[in-house]
Structure formats: structure tokens, C-alpha cells
């Protein structure tokens, strides 16, 4: 990847990889958050809603592919731009003594690596959509992992207002 | 929940019960690994170099990394016993309770909390 830095600077490479990071993970946010308000609160057959009630009635399964493309790009970029941050942000971080913002961005990075490794059954779920058996694995499932997923974009967001941009 | 039938369809495939060891364990291993300090190797981003297993960081070369050790063994660890759990028998794979995939991250919670107690100060 050298050779990019010869057109631009060093700062800008990590700028441009930390806000692809960020708006990939805008797009998952999006993805989860409908699909769990769709197996939480599924709308009801024959009423015309307004706003939420089109929030919710989105297609889950076909979500379900675009969420686990979206966290390995997002969690490949991370880890990325994970160890620029580990040299130039989170010593910086600790000369400051904010402990509580270093500790949930280390929660960000747990709970997200633990985020990836249930990917493979919840596609699983997903895919298997139409058998009721696994209804409620699915629908708790999907909503740990949008959980997971707010936590961490938030977290994201706070650690980067601490530092601003310019890695 | 109905219990019983989660665990019933559990195993519709092989790739079913892998899928759903596989995450169950890595949760579990990688928890075990950032608290137990057993990545498969570290990476010293400052000089760009990587050791094997555990290494302290050293003076003048900035900071160890685990963390990329730590995904390296769980993902190991619970890819073996999620192909050991796909090939048992099916009256056996049909046991294992679909709920554990959104119950063990949750259990774990608290574990992680806990394992980050020393930024936890007011």
C-alpha cells in the first residue's frame, strides 16, 4: 500500500480507512436495527402503518447475508486501523488518564470480536428463515447482535471524539 | 422460548451444529484468552514484528498487541470442536440447544466487564 502514500499524506490514508470504517459500520447499524425491530415487533398483516410500522416490515432474511458481509468489512478495516490506534490514539488516551474511555473501547473490541465469531449461526438461522423451530434463536440472536452493534458504533464514535480525526 | 423444539431442529445440517458450536466456543475460548492472557502470538505494531505466543512489550519498541493472537487461537480452538460436534451422531447433535448462540454472549457480559476492571475507575 506504499505506493498510495505517494499521492497522499499519511494522515489522510488512516482519515479516509477510519471514516470508511465508520460508514460501513452507519450501513450495518441500518441493516441490523430493521431487521431487529422486524423480528421484535413484526407488523401486523393488513394495516397500513406510518414511519415505524415501514421501520419494521422490512425482509429479514434478506438482510441477513448484507449484515455478515458488512461486519467482516467493517471488523477487517478495524483491525486495520486498529493498530495505528494502539500507537498514535490510545497512548495519547492513557497520558490523559481516561480510563473509563479506554475501557469501553476494549469492551468494543470484545464484544465485536465475539460479534464475528456467531456470524456463521446466524446466517445459518437466517437462512433457514421459514423453519419455526428456530423463531426465537433467530429473533434473540439478531438482536444481541444489534445490540452488540450500537454499543460498539457508539463506542467508536466517543473514543474518535477524544482524538478527532488525523490518526 | 420453546426449549424443545429449538433443540429438535437444532441440527437440521451438519453445518448447523458447526455453525452453532463454532460460535458458542469461540465466545467462550476468546474470553478465556483475553483473560487468561493466551494469544497465539504478538504483534509489536511499532517495529512491525510479531513473536510467537506470549511476548511483553519491550523498551524503546512500543506497545505488545494481543488481541489478533487472541482471535487467531479461539477461531483455531473452536473451529476443531465445531467439526468434532458435526460429526457426531444426529440423535446427539439434536441436543444441543439452539438459545445457547444469544445466551453465552449474554452470560459473558458481566465476565468482560469484570476482566476490564482496571479502567473502571472513578
Not at chain 1, 473501547?105 to 437462512?127: C, D, N, Q, R, S
Not at chain 1, 452488540?148 to 477524544?162: E, K, Q, R, S, T
Not at chain 2, 505488545?64 to 446427539?92: D, F, Q, R, T, V
Amino acid at each position: 500500500m506504499d505506493f498510495v502514500l505517494d499521492y497522499i499524506s499519511v494522515n489522510t490514508f488512516w482519515t479516509i480507512l477510519s471514516t470508511t470504517h465508520a460508514l460501513l459500520a452507519v450501513a450495518l447499524l441500518g441493516a441490523l436495527t430493521h431487521q431487529a425491530a422486524a423480528v421484535l415487533a413484526p407488523p401486523r398483516a393488513g394495516i397500513a402503518g406510518g414511519f415505524v410500522t415501514h421501520f419494521r416490515s422490512v425482509s429479514g432474511p434478506r438482510y441477513a447475508a448484507a449484515v455478515c458481509v458488512l461486519w467482516v468489512l467493517v471488523f477487517i478495516v478495524g483491525a486495520w486501523i486498529y493498530a495505528r490506534y494502539r500507537l498514535h490514539v490510545r497512548i495519547l488516551i492513557e497520558q490523559e488518564q481516561l480510563w473509563k474511555t479506554l475501557g469501553v473501547f476494549e469492551m468494543k473490541e470484545h464484544i465485536a470480536t465475539i460479534g464475528l465469531g456467531l456470524l456463521p449461526v446466524y446466517w445459518h438461522l437466517w437462512k433457514n428463515a421459514r423453519n419455526a423451530a428456530y423463531d426465537s434463536a433467530r429473533k434473540w440472536l439478531t438482536v444481541v447482535l444489534a445490540a452488540i452493534c450500537w454499543y460498539a458504533f457508539l463506542a467508536g464514535h466517543i473514543v474518535n471524539n477524544v482524538r478527532g480525526f488525523g490518526l | 422460548m420453546n426449549a424443545a423444539t429449538d433443540t429438535a431442529a437444532a441440527t437440521s445440517s451438519r453445518f448447523g451444529t458447526f455453525a452453532l458450536v463454532f460460535g458458542i466456543c469461540f465466545a467462550i475460548l476468546y474470553v478465556v484468552c483475553e483473560m487468561g492472557a493466551f494469544p497465539m502470538f504478538t504483534y509489536h505494531p511499532g517495529i512491525d514484528r510479531i513473536d510467537p505466543g506470549f511476548a511483553p512489550p519491550r523498551r524503546d519498541e512500543g506497545p505488545a498487541m494481543y488481541w489478533y493472537g487472541w482471535i487467531a487461537n479461539s477461531a483455531l480452538g473452536a473451529s476443531i470442536l465445531g467439526l468434532l460436534a458435526a460429526m457426531l451422531p444426529e440423535k446427539i447433535r439434536g441436543k444441543i440447544p439452539l438459545a445457547l448462540a444469544w445466551i453465552v454472549p449474554v452470560v459473558l457480559l458481566p465476565v468482560l466487564i469484570y476482566s476490564l476492571k482496571f479502567y473502571w475507575r472513578w
